[in-house]
């Protein structure tokens, strides 16, 4: 086992993948240096110049060279180096790469992995807090994932890495170093479409993912020490493929759902989340199915106060759960 936190194990999985693969390249703005957050740190003196690019600061251009790389044989690896930027490549990433496979008829497959750092509180401003996963997780052919633990991370991106259709790979910048875990030093992978029940619970249904399931399963530990109400945790991990099956049981079990994302509450991901429980679940339920998350405006402020202020944390998701359990 080696302990690692998540952007050590993004990079333990990128290493291993280019070592297992000689096909699969990287690239991205400042990844040969290790990248912002040190995610790439190493790879260029591993792996040299012409599978660990730097880029222009073209975010189009990035995606749209892994794009035409990935039907030549290659199987890139493009970092965008802050979520915030995908905006400029989002005809290349719903245009082209999401539809490839369906436009060709299934004769082609778009094998490129995006990574892009996400979500707020790490006082990054409005250009460097954004959640994006609701509007790429709108779109078909597009797989999306969040990870938000070191092991997670590690074995969504080599599946990732290997699937032969395009995948967003979201990791939250809050998470990056929070915690570290002892991961296996064997090769494994984490099956993409597959949450987790990160904590066992009777009473309420708590549904979440990136940095809000850490705050979560701190918000669950304090209303059982506190009220004893026992809350199980569902990490989704990737939002598309969505796992409704393990939503769904979990709601037929306790009864009520608390839906907890970052992003804007309109429109977020959370929400579509809440109406198929509404759908598919509402013979079982209890209370309303409720949402935590961000209100609605542009996120996020410099201020630590008026951040602070606006994210979802422990507190209100204990709120939250209190008020409904409540019902």
């Keep these: 086992m080696a302990e690692r936190n998540m952007v050590e194990a993004v990079n333990d999985a990128m290493l291993e993948e280019m070592k297992r693969d000689p096909r699969v ?11 912002v957050f040190r995610a790439t740190q190493g790879l260029r003196e591993e792996f040299g110049p012409d599978r660990c690019v730097d880029t222009p600061l073209a975010e189009a251009a ?9 039907l030549n044989g290659v199987v890139p690896i493009a970092e965008i180096q802050f979520a915030d930027f995908i905006h400029p490549a989002m005809d290349q990433i719903v245009s082209e790469a999401a539809r490839l496979r369906y ?12 990574r892009a750092p996400y979500g707020s509180g790490i006082h990054g401003g409005p250009y460097h807090s954004q959640s994006i996963e609701a509007i790429y997780g709108h779109v078909p ?23 032969p259709d395009p995948v967003i790979f979201l990791e939250h910048k809050r998470a990056y170093r929070l915690y ?53 945790v569902i990490d989704l991990r990737t939002i598309s493929p969505l796992d409704k099956k393990t939503i769904l049981k979990s709601v037929e079990k306790t009864g009520k759902a608390l839906v907890v994302y970052e992003d804007n509450l309109t429109g977020g991901f959370g929400a579509e989340v809440a109406a198929i429980i509404a759908q598919e679940a509402f ?18 402020p410099y201020a630590t106060v008026l951040e602070e202020y606006l994210l979802p944390n422990p507190e209100k998701i204990a ?9």
């Design 319 to 327: 709120k939250a759960i209190r008020d409904l359990a409540a019902y």
């Design 141 to 163: 052919g597009l797989k999306v994932v969040c990870v938000a633990t070191p092991y997670d991370a590690k074995g969504l991106l080599k599946s990732a890495i290997r699937d």
């Design 180 to 232: 570290r875990q002892d991961l296996p030093d064997d090769d494994y992978t984490v099956p993409i479409g597959e949450a987790e029940v990160k904590r066992e619970g009777s009473d309420i249904t708590l549904i979440t993912y990136g940095m809000m399931m850490h705050h979560s399963l701190k918000a669950a530990e304090t209303v059982q020490e506190e009220d004893s109400t026992s809350v199980e």
């Design 25 to 35: 390249v990287l690239l991205g703005e400042d990844v040969a240096g290790g990248g």
């Design 283 to 300: 013979e079982f339920l209890d209370g309303p199915v409720t949402r935590v998350a961000s209100p609605d405006v542009p996120i996020s």
């Design 62 to 70: 990035i995606i749209g060279v892994a794009i035409g790389a990935s």
């Design 103 to 114: 436009r060709s008829n299934g004769s082609w497959g778009c094998p490129i992995t995006v």
